[in-house]
């Protein structure tokens, strides 16, 4: 069976702090994606990054950056220099041949 | 980037009418469309798979005669919950796979209530 967990259910950071949502994830699948998504209070969501299973390069965009281990099953993201708007709900997810979210982990940035 | 539509995004009825939720993709043939629901506070969870014209794929607990789910073109798919009682308002996003590359788009949400 395929599972998402996202172990941090709420975090709290005061603004110009760095931050790290983990993600920990079971599949018996070789070939699969991770995707991460923002939710932010308005509901819809907002994609930041997918990675195939056969890419473990890790990825820096901006001030977001992503930390693929197949080893640990892990593809955690890192906010760096937080900011206000980071707040929101924040949702790893596995995909191959259906989707599973995990959790989510609402993040509350404080100026 | 590609865009995933779903209308409408706020919908408010009474107790016993049904409600059509539809998702569109604009500008990219979808293979595969995603429902899911999301409660307060709570994750998204998947609600059914639904293959271009194949019947759904339905999760486990997911009344398929409550939540009608039609993928009758490459680019449409559509929720109708029948008989929608207050237990059933919840935030309702479509997700579309592009076909070829698999990429995922999500629409924007719609929010249910049922009065």
């Known amino acids: 069976a395929q599972k998402v967990t996202q172990a941090q259910t709420e975090i709290s950071v005061v603004e110009k702090e760095d931050v790290t949502l983990d993600c920990v994830y079971e599949?018996?699948?070789?070939?699969?994606?991770l995707f991460w998504y923002k939710q932010p209070p308005s509901g819809e969501l907002v994609f930041l990054i997918r990675?195939?299973?056969?890419?473990?390069q890790n990825e820096i965009s901006g001030r977001y950056s992503w930390n693929f281990q197949k080893s640990t099953s892990s593809f955690n993201f890192t906010i760096t220099a937080s900011q206000v708007v980071d707040s929101a709900v924040y949702f790893c997810?596995?995909?191959?041949?259906?989707?599973?979210f995990g959790a989510g982990t609402r993040l509350t940035v404080k100026p | 980037g590609a865009v995933v539509s779903q209308h409408p995004s706020r919908v408010i009825c009474k107790s016993g009418t049904s409600v059509k939720i539809e998702c569109r993709s604009l500008?990219?043939?979808?293979?595969?469309m995603f429902w899911y629901r999301q409660f307060p506070k709570q994750s998204l969870m998947l609600m059914a798979t639904?293959?271009?014209?194949?019947?759904?794929?339905?999760e486990q607990g997911v009344e398929k005669d409550k939540f009608l789910i039609n993928h009758a073109s490459l680019t449409l798919s559509t929720l109708t919950v029948t008989s929608a009682h207050p237990e059933d308002s919840s935030f309702y996003i479509c997700?579309?796979?592009?076909?070829?590359?698999?990429?995922?788009?999500f629409g924007e949400g719609s929010r249910l209530t049922v009065l």
């Open positions: 997700s579309a796979r592009v076909k070829n590359t698999g990429e995922l788009f």
């Open positions: 599949t018996r699948d070789t070939t699969y994606y």
């Open positions: 990675r195939n299973s056969f890419d473990e």
């Open positions: 997810a596995l995909i191959n041949n259906d989707m599973r």
């Open positions: 500008d990219f043939q979808a293979t595969t």
């Open positions: 639904s293959n271009e014209g194949s019947k759904a794929t339905y």
